[in-house]
């Protein structure tokens, strides 16, 4: 029996990233699409509470191929597995192709990994992927390795409350070194707010800005996908700091 296998992301259903990891899982597995209807990057985990959120059907010429949620990717993930698969079981979430590397402090305002979180949350063993640039188009390498990577996690499994952040350098598939496990970066954004003027002599600004890059080894995400390798990334939504939670134990508070 073929394995079913959930795909979700931020960057909308018709992106062309989920369009090519759908292509190769349904190579082996079924698969269903619910993923936000528009552009959901650098949401986070955000969710919806104040507004309703509708899901409609897509197809591609007369071929159902998922739900287009208009919510964020966390929502995507909720309304799955609450209400539009409740009652079918889901071997595994697979949240991407991101346009854009999720490395280093990204994670934390990623979209693309808050569903795959959500996943995690709900129960699932999930992952995110991401192709490390904003305009390749060439996510066939990556989507090969989700592939990979997706029997590997369903015959091993993962633990509970894990989940895996994958990042593919944006490099021809025979340049790429091969896979790492790493550790999340801790290089961070120089972030800077240029100030614009509207047509109508109002200022606003748009933010943009530089990583600042201090990682210096392959073990962390950064640095291995600089250096040519796929990094793969085991990261948890439980975020003590336990360490630190023993030391704090003395205080008299």
Do not use: C
């Not at 079981?89 to 990623?110: E, F, H, M, P, V």
């Not at 991401?130 to 066939?140: A, G, I, R, V």
């Not at 499994?157 to 021809?172: D, R």
Request: proline share 4%; aromatic share 10%; hydrophobic share 40%.
């Amino acid at each position: 029996m073929k394995p079913t296998i959930l795909i979700s992301n931020d960057d909308g259903i018709s992106a062309d990233g989920i369009l090519a990891l759908a292509s190769e899982i349904k190579k082996f597995a079924d698969i269903i699409v619910i993923a936000p209807h528009t552009q959901q990057s650098a949401v986070g985990h955000s969710i919806t509470m104040s507004d309703p959120i509708r899901a409609r059907k897509v197809y591609h010429g007369k071929k159902f191929f998922g739900y287009a949620v208009e919510g964020t990717p966390a929502d995507s993930v909720k309304l799955a597995v609450h209400t539009l698969l409740k009652n079918k079981k889901i071997d595994l979430l697979i949240s991407g192709i991101n346009q854009g590397a999720n490395t280093a402090i990204n994670i934390i305002y990623s979209g693309t990994v808050s569903a795959a979180t959500e996943g995690t949350i709900l129960g699932l063993p999930s992952f995110a992927i991401s192709l490390t640039s904003y305009t390749e188009k060439n996510f066939k390498p990556a989507a090969k390795f989700a592939a990979k990577l997706a029997k590997i996690i369903l015959k091993k499994g993962l633990q509970k409350g894990v989940l895996l952040n994958v990042n593919v350098p944006a490099i021809p598939e025979n340049k790429i070194k091969g896979a790492l496990v790493t550790k999340q970066g801790k290089s961070s954004w120089d972030d800077t707010f240029e100030k614009r003027i509207d047509p109508a002599n109002r200022e606003y600004f748009w933010l943009t800005g530089s990583m600042y890059k201090i990682d210096e080894s392959k073990e962390y995400d950064v640095k291995a996908v600089d250096e040519g390798y796929i990094s793969v990334t085991p990261i948890h939504y439980d975020l003590t700091d336990f360490e630190f939670f023993e030391k704090m134990k003395n205080w008299k508070l």
